[in-house]
């Protein structure tokens, strides 16, 4: 996919890695990360997490070959609320890409948007110089807390703010301009842009071709293959719908949130809170299923 749309940068998760783990296109990069777990020794949970870190690595670094931009990599969905175990995990990919030859400037290290994520970004960024995307990100707050700890980029959710909005409401379709995914980036752009805060706005999970048309402007868009398909068979003008002008234009107005403010605008927004921790447990238990198959494969 990434040969034939050609895009700038790519991203990876433990859920798209687990899939492409069990496809035989790709068992040479988990035997490989299988073998530099057992070389590295020690017991086996530090094998597997080893090989993990390694199969994260491997599989970035086989995109970075395809792409001229740079390639996300997740830090464990586990770690959510251990800042200094997320700086760590940053710290440990940050090396294996090292050692296969790949520089920082490459990767942008993905964290979850939590109150602990966010300051693990704000120090990997200032202190090491790790550019971080920080993702499952669904309110304002997360976003106004990104944009203050200086983060290179973020990655605001549209398609999953739109499925809690349609289970949970008696609204089952929008049109793209009022659809919630949409409206939230969109304020979020506008915000960033009208203070002048420099970490890029990266549109995400989008459920539908609407949805993507109707950011147009935003500064990137994360888009799937199969929208991407859809795309490329549509022959229509597009104006952008957001730009700096305009945002520069808007009447929000700019705020401050320490930790205490943080939580509670965050918990203010019901949707953010059950999507936030939702996605940290599907990506927690794709991680687990993934370590389950490297298992087999450091016990063998």
């Known amino acids: 996919a990434i040969d034939e749309y050609k895009p700038l940068d790519a991203t990876t998760n433990p859920s798209l890695i687990l899939a492409a783990a069990q496809m035989p296109a790709y068992q040479e990069l988990v035997d490989d990360a299988v073998a530099y777990g057992k070389k590295l020794g020690g017991s086996e949970e530090e094998q597997i997490k080893n090989a993990c870190d390694k199969l994260f690595v491997l599989f970035g670094a086989e995109i970075l070959k395809r792409i001229p931009g740079r390639v996300s990599t997740e830090v464990d969905a586990r770690l959510s609320f251990d800042k200094e175990g997320m700086i760590q995990r940053a710290r440990r990919l940050i090396d294996l890409y090292k050692e296969a030859g790949i520089g920082k400037d490459r990767i942008l290290i993905k964290l979850s948007s939590t109150w602990e994520g966010i300051q693990a970004g704000k120090v990997l960024e200032a202190e090491y110089g790790i550019h971080c995307n920080m993702t499952l990100l669904f309110s304002f707050a997360q976003a106004v807390a990104c944009a203050e700890a200086g983060v290179t980029l973020i990655s605001p959710f549209v398609g999953r703010i ?49 949805e993507i048309k109707a950011l147009t402007g935003c500064d990137y868009l994360t888009i799937s293959p199969k929208l991407l398909a859809e795309l490329s068979k549509e022959y229509v003008k597009l104006t952008p719908t957001l730009s700096v002008k305009e945002a520069q234009a808007c009447e929000l107005e700019k705020i401050h949130l320490d930790e205490k403010a943080f939580r509670w605008h965050h ?31 450091v016990l063998s």
Request: charged share 30%.
């Open 162 to 210: 739109l499925d809690w909005y349609v289970a949970n409401g008696d609204k089952k379709t929008y049109e793209p301009a009022e659809d919630p995914g949409v409206k939230s980036v969109t304020k979020i752009y506008n915000y960033y842009k009208k203070f002048g805060y420099k970490t890029i706005v990266m549109g995400a999970s989008f459920r539908n071709t609407g």
């Open 267 to 297: 918990n203010e927004d019901q949707m953010a809170v059950e999507k936030l921790s939702d996605g940290i447990r599907k990506f927690a238990a794709d991680a687990i299923k993934l370590e389950r198959m490297l298992k087999v494969g």
